[in-house]
Nanobody, 117 residues
Framework: QVQLVESGGGLVQPGGSLRLSCAAS????????MGWYRQAPGKQRELVAT???????NYADSVKGRFTISRDNAKNTVYLQMNSLKPEDTAVYYC???????????WGQGTQVTVSS
């Protein structure tokens, strides 16, 4: 029901910054909890950050103080600002949308983030 399109991934050097964007369509954005997950090669997908329609956020311990999740409900878009990037941040990053009423989940196709010198 919800289509999610991620963008902004790429290759960055350690210590650099990158901003990911996720554009949502096909649902009511204001009633969704938006999140970013990531999956590194050979590892399970893990939660990075979430944000509610009211602006409440939570982060994985590994990214606290470095990453910031935000959303623009008027644009149906969620962002992930990533600073002080480390090689261990290298992964495919996926956008997730959960309807708080139905609890349906939708996923984007993912965008590759590579942190390397």
């Amino acid at each position: 029901q919800v289509q999610l399109v991620e963008s902004g991934g790429g290759l960055v050097q350690p210590g650099g910054s990158l901003r990911l964007s996720c554009a949502a369509s096909g649902s009511i954005f204001s009633i969704t909890v938006m999140g970013w997950y990531r999956q590194a090669p050979g590892k399970q997908r893990e939660l990075v950050a979430t944000i509610t329609s009211g602006g409440s956020t939570n982060y994985a311990d590994s990214v606290k103080g470095r990453f910031t999740i935000s959303r623009d409900n008027a644009k149906n878009t969620v962002y992930l600002q990533m600073n002080s990037l480390k090689p261990e941040d290298t992964a495919v990053y996926y956008c997730n949308a959960m309807n708080v009423v139905t609890r349906d989940n939708d996923w984007g196709q993912g965008t590759q983030v590579t942190v390397s010198s």
